[in-house]
């Protein structure tokens, strides 16, 4: 599903916000991230959405965190991010 327009205290006239329903089952993962976790140089490309979520399909159950911003930064080619990385992770209970 492609990103709807910025949250924001501003509205954004005329804007179409994009939903979705989903049933999650016990030990589900649902992520939430900011563009900044996927707008950045990674070599001759941007690293973009697909491997952003590739790369969040693969995380592990524990230390999910750092494996996260380990790939993150090893695939950026840069010393500083542009932006802010925000990758938020919600798990359902079992």
């Given amino acids: ?5 910025s949250l924001s205290s501003r509205p954004v006239a ?6 979705r329903t989903l ?3 016990p030990r589900d993962h649902l992520y939430f991230y900011t563009d900044g976790c ?4 990674a070599g ?10 590739r790369m969040v399909r693969g995380l592990p159950d524990r230390g999910w965190r750092t494996a996260a911003l380990d ?3 090893a695939a950026h080619t840069g010393q500083v991010f542009d932006d802010d990385l925000t990758l938020v992770r919600l798990t359902v209970a079992q």
């Fill in 23 to 25: 049933e999650l089952a």
């Fill in 14 to 19: 005329d804007a179409v916000y994009r939903h």
């Fill in 44 to 53: 001759a490309r941007p690293f973009g959405t697909n491997r952003l979520l």
């Fill in 38 to 41: 996927y707008e950045f140089d």
């Fill in 1 to 5: 599903m492609p990103p709807s327009p």
């Fill in 71 to 73: 790939a993150l930064t």
